[in-house]
């Protein structure tokens, strides 16, 4: 069975530009999230969705990031314009409907100069 | 006060001790709990799962006491491979899973 997909494995900005990750969770997975994992920090939930609806973005900072999972498959996070302070390590997971366990992409490391 | 607090780390014990981590989540309503384990530069992976009765798989025991919101792992017989980052997880509701920061352990030869 093929995995939590992420794209890219690493990216390195300038701050105030633009970055877009792209995931692509296990075939079947309906609930998707996305986590911020800075340095030495637990995984921090920025947005989970159910299908293609959002069930919680309460840490999701929207005057800069948007995620969206318009056909409930594959999900995107765009951060617009970056800041330093969002270097960190970008996870993607999925859990399967009834599920308990969340299978977690390889993540994205993001580097803000 | 954060939703879910562990132990600072890191613990640096020697091949074939035995180590506890502990945990405390804030949320009573809170529904199920994990232990995941992170290695370096790694994506996170369930070790575990917590019930209420304790669950033990191989060397690793976990317990949960929902009275204390407290969940605790032991590791018996620690190996160089369980090097690693462990994290408490909750459950809050409708898996919305919140993480703990993190203990880090370090079994040293």
């Known amino acids: 069975e093929a995995g939590v997909a992420q794209s890219p494995r690493y990216k390195i900005i300038e701050k105030r530009q633009s970055v877009a990750f792209w995931c692509n969770p296990i075939s079947g997975h309906a609930t998707l999230y996305w986590y911020q994992q800075i340095l030495g920090q637990g995984p921090k939930l920025l947005i989970q969705?159910?299908?293609?609806?959002?069930?919680?973005d309460s840490q999701l900072p929207k005057d800069r990031f948007s995620a969206e999972r318009l056909k409930g498959v594959d999900s995107t996070l765009k951060i617009q314009p970056a800041k330093l302070e969002d270097s960190a390590v970008y996870l993607c997971?999925?859990?399967?409907?009834?599920?308990?366990?969340?299978?977690f992409g390889q993540g994205t490391r993001l580097t803000v100069v | 006060r954060k939703e879910v607090e562990q132990d600072p780390g890191p613990f640096n014990v020697p091949e074939g001790a035995t180590v506890a981590f502990n945990c405390t989540y804030s949320n009573s309503a809170s529904q199920s709990f994990f232990w995941y384990r992170q290695d370096c530069r790694k994506e996170p992976k369930l070790l575990m799962s917590?019930?209420?009765s304790g669950n033990e798989d191989g060397r690793f025991t976990a317990q949960l006491n929902r009275a204390s919101q407290y969940i605790s792992l032991l590791i018996r017989d620690s190996k160089l491979s369980d090097s690693a980052t462990y994290l408490c997880v909750v459950n809050l509701y409708g898996n919305k899973l919140v993480f703990g920061a993190g203990t880090i352990l370090r079994v040293k030869s």
């Open positions: 969705f159910q299908n293609n609806g959002v069930v919680d």
């Open positions: 917590v019930y209420s």
């Open positions: 997971a999925s859990i399967l409907t009834g599920g308990t366990e969340a299978f």
